[in-house]
């Protein structure tokens, strides 16, 4: 399974973007965003479910950003609104195609496939 994510750029602080992703294949398992900071560890953003749609937040971006799925398309989104600066990473899409632990949804390990990165760049 190959994802592709896009959606990302520049943008002042206090703006939106929205990202995508997009699976090579079908899957209908748990969609997760990661990202990862300049000289930080990678870190866990939300996720999603594809069955009922639950999702999952960071603390650091719940009320700002959104994850939902497209089942149309079968695209993952996620939008982000009230940029800050410290948003500022290249932010991963992963899917897990096999069953569901909703425990462990945050965690990086849980999941199988990885999309490249696209860069999100939050200028103050």
């Known amino acids: 399974v190959q994802l592709q994510a896009s959606g990302g750029g520049l943008v002042q602080a206090g703006g939106s973007l929205r990202l995508s992703c997009v699976a090579s294949?079908?899957?209908?398992?748990?969609y997760g965003w990661f990202r990862r900071a300049p000289g930080k560890e990678r870190e866990f953003v939300a996720a999603?479910?594809?069955?009922?749609?639950?999702?999952l937040y960071a603390d650091s971006v719940k009320g700002r950003f959104t994850i939902s799925r497209d089942r149309a398309t079968k695209r993952v989104y996620l939008q982000m609104n009230s940029l800050k600066s410290e948003d500022t990473a290249v932010y991963y899409c992963?899917?897990?195609?096999?069953?569901?632990?909703?425990?462990?949804?945050?965690?990086?390990?849980?999941?199988?496939?990885w999309g490249q990165g696209t860069l999100v760049t939050v200028s103050s």
């Open positions: 992963a899917t897990r195609v096999n069953r569901l632990v909703r425990t462990y949804l945050h965690m990086d390990a849980y999941y199988d496939y």
């Open positions: 294949e079908r899957t209908f398992g748990t």
């Open positions: 999603i479910t594809w069955s009922d749609a639950g999702t």
